[in-house]
């Protein structure tokens, strides 16, 4: 045995013992073990340095392990304008959406195989609008790099996490989206990109479109302080943070615009909320 392919254990209560483990192995375990660690830290630091402002209207909708979104609902209604941004592979939340509001959703992703899981999760809810486009600060094409996992579906416009260029997609902006569509509004907007949230954030104020719900996911591993420089830049905008789910893995938020102005134009709707 090679004593390069040997690695040490703490002792334990039968001595010290000696495993074989290949080099590499070790490394990606070491690896992912300082990344959590490193992770953990973000996540702490973000939890301090962000301050929410909850409402008593908050729902949580989708699935509690995954795709789980939390907004104010008598913010949202039949009428509601609502662009979904990352399919992957769970749309229990653009399903929820549309049960408790009667809304449509539309639901953007780039890449082959959200589109399959889409179409066949919503088959039968014509409300479900499915675009196999990406969001970006601009109408692009851009390629997508492959996931940190073999076999995930989440990919990178970004190369998020060092990996392979796949292809090449088409990605819009979210103005551009909008004025396609023929909607003037926006009242729900979820961004779930893999890294591509700041530059969608950045496009959508350069454009001045101001949704009233905004509902981000800050892709990890980010630099340290980036997802809350991003909670500022949105506060400068003029949105409230109303709620944050915060582990070492997972940054999702919700803001809520306080414009005057879009307050006075847009209805409430009734909740059941208590």
């Not at 209604?77 to 929820?96: M, N, R």
């Not at 996490?161 to 569509?181: C, N, W, Y």
């Amino acid at each position: 045995m090679n004593h390069d392919d040997l690695a040490r254990v703490p002792r334990g209560s039968r001595g010290l013992r000696r495993l074989p483990v290949k080099r590499a192995e070790f490394a990606r375990n070491l690896e992912r073990q300082l990344l959590g660690l490193r992770l953990w830290a973000h996540a702490r630091a973000f939890s301090r340095s962000i301050k929410v402002l909850p409402r008593s209207d908050l729902v949580e909708l989708g699935s509690r392990g995954y795709g789980f979104w939390v907004v104010p609902a008598t913010l949202l209604g039949p009428d509601s304008h609502c662009y979904l941004a990352g399919v992957g592979e769970d749309i229990t939340f653009d399903l929820a959406l549309i049960a408790r509001f009667g809304c449509t959703a539309h639901a953007f992703d780039p890449v082959p195989a959200a589109q399959h899981h889409a179409v066949v999760s919503a088959q039968y809810e014509p409300r479900f609008v499915f675009h196999p486009v990406g969001l970006w600060s601009s109408d692009a094409t851009l390629p997508l790099h492959a996931p940190a996992v073999e076999g995930h579906v989440s990919h990178s416009a970004i190369d998020l996490h060092a990996t392979p260029k796949l292809f090449d997609a088409q990605f819009r902006s979210v103005a551009s989206l909008m004025q396609e569509l023929g909607h003037d509004r926006l009242d729900l907007l979820k961004v779930s990109a893999e890294g591509s949230e700041y530059e969608i954030l950045r496009g959508m104020a350069a454009a001045n479109v101001r949704p009233r719900v905004v509902c981000v996911e800050f892709a990890q591993p980010a630099p340290r302080g980036r997802p809350a420089g991003e909670c500022e830049l949105m506060r400068r905008r003029g949105y409230d943070l109303v709620h944050a789910t915060v582990t070492p893995w997972t940054l999702k938020v919700t803001f809520v615009s306080r414009t005057h102005e879009e307050q006075a134009e847009r209805p409430s709707y009734a909740t059941d909320v208590v």
